[in-house]
């Protein structure tokens, strides 16, 4: 019994490797999540630790994301990179704001914020 638990827990682990898993640790209090085809957007009154949002961009053009934040306490960082590694925007320390990413091309991409007892909110639209 004990080697089938082992030998199951180690598929496991080699599936989540293999199929390149997206993990996010994060902890909201009072939070409202709503996304869409273009667009992220969390509002809540705590976020500790980091989540992440993986997007598609298509259509043969560029693309321009657009990023609005609320900092009404603690810090939120924003990284954006493209599924090769490559990274497009990096912020940390965000205050409230509302920026514009231009000029990214199609393909796949992970956004990550991470938030260290940060209360506010943050949107990110993409077309």
């Known amino acids: 019994m004990k080697k089938h638990i082992l030998a199951a827990t180690v598929m496991l682990a080699v599936l989540a490797l293999v199929t390149g898993c997206t993990v996010s640790n994060y902890v909201f209090v009072g939070s409202v999540e709503v996304y869409g085809n273009d667009f992220w957007t969390i ?23 657009t990023v609005d934040i609320v900092t009404d306490a ?4 924003l990284d954006i990179t493209a599924k090769d590694g490559t990274s497009v925007y990096s912020g940390k320390a965000l205050a409230t704001s509302a920026f514009e990413i231009e000029a990214v091309q199609d393909g796949e991409y ?3 914020f991470t938030g260290n007892e940060h209360s506010g909110s943050f949107h990110v639209g993409y077309k």
């Open 43 to 65: 509002r809540y009154s705590k976020f500790q630790g980091n989540k992440k949002h993986e997007m598609t961009l298509k259509g043969g053009e560029e693309h321009t994301i």
């Open 74 to 77: 603690g810090t939120l960082d």
């Open 110 to 112: 992970v956004i990550q």
